[in-house]
């Protein structure tokens, strides 16, 4: 078990630049979300998606922000144009199909830096 | 929206005491999850609860909740410096992982 893989680890780039985080899901699990962590605010959920279908995008902070899932082993998160207050640690996560309450498996997270 | 609340914030303590952390929802919850994330590291999946007034342990750990499934702890007996992190719970008052809302966590720091 491979886990949820996240790339890059860490990203440091200028306010105004694009920036894309990557996340690859445990196969066979068919849901995917998108996690802010802060000190200020924990850990918010931005976006959810079910079966590649985006289910709940009602956490993403505002029109820069994007997220797209284009099969179910890859899903990408944009930001365009970043700011440092999108300076935080991004998770990806994914649960299993088959139970109401699955577990969130979380990737190790991308820890962005926006000057 | 659903809120979920944990107290402490942060909590210090010397090793080999015993330490408890409280969670909150503003709405009855249909389960609870609970979560350790290592300093640096992520959160990891710790245990789930489904039943009202439900209690499991994990070793030294001791999780509840509540009778009317809006609140939860953490207990943990004789601490050890391998339990430093922060502990999550996560709460769902719907049918799926889409209404998972997490507290703010409880930091544990452990004095040697």
Request: glycine share 8%; charged share 20%.
């Given at each position: 078990d491979a886990g949820v893989i996240q790339s890059p680890r860490h990203e440091v780039t200028e306010m105004g630049q694009e920036v894309t985080l990557r996340c690859k899901p445990i196969s066979g699990h068919n849901s995917l979300f998108w996690y802010r962590q802060t000190m200020m605010r924990g850990l918010e959920l931005l976006i959810y998606f079910n079966n590649n279908v985006p289910i709940d995008d009602s956490g993403m902070p505002e029109d820069r922000f994007s997220a797209k899932m284009p099969n179910a082993s890859f899903s990408t998160l944009k930001i365009q144009p970043s700011e440092p207050r999108d300076s935080a640690v991004y998770f990806c996560a994914s649960s299993p199909p088959g139970h109401p309450y699955s577990p969130l498996h979380f990737g190790n997270g991308t820890r962005l830096t926006v000057t | 929206g659903q809120q979920v609340m944990q107290i402490p914030q942060?909590?210090?303590?010397q090793e080999g005491?015993?330490?408890?952390t409280y969670c909150n929802s503003s709405t009855t919850?249909?389960?609870i999850q609970w979560y350790k994330q290592r300093p640096g590291g992520h959160p990891v999946f710790l245990?789930?609860?489904?039943?009202?007034?439900?209690?499991?342990?994990?070793?030294?750990?001791?999780?509840?909740?509540?009778?009317a499934k809006?609140?939860?702890?953490?207990?943990?007996?004789?601490?050890?410096?391998?339990?430093?992190?922060?502990?999550?719970?996560?709460?769902?008052s719907g049918g799926g992982a889409d209404g998972l809302t997490f507290g703010k966590g409880t930091h544990l720091i452990i004095q040697p």
């Open positions: - | 942060y909590q210090h303590v005491e015993d330490f408890t919850l249909s389960n245990i789930q609860l489904v039943k009202s007034g439900e209690v499991k342990k994990q070793k030294r750990l001791t999780f509840q909740f509540g009778e809006k609140n939860s702890s953490l207990h943990i007996t004789a601490t050890q410096t391998t339990d430093v992190g922060t502990y999550f719970c996560a709460g769902e």
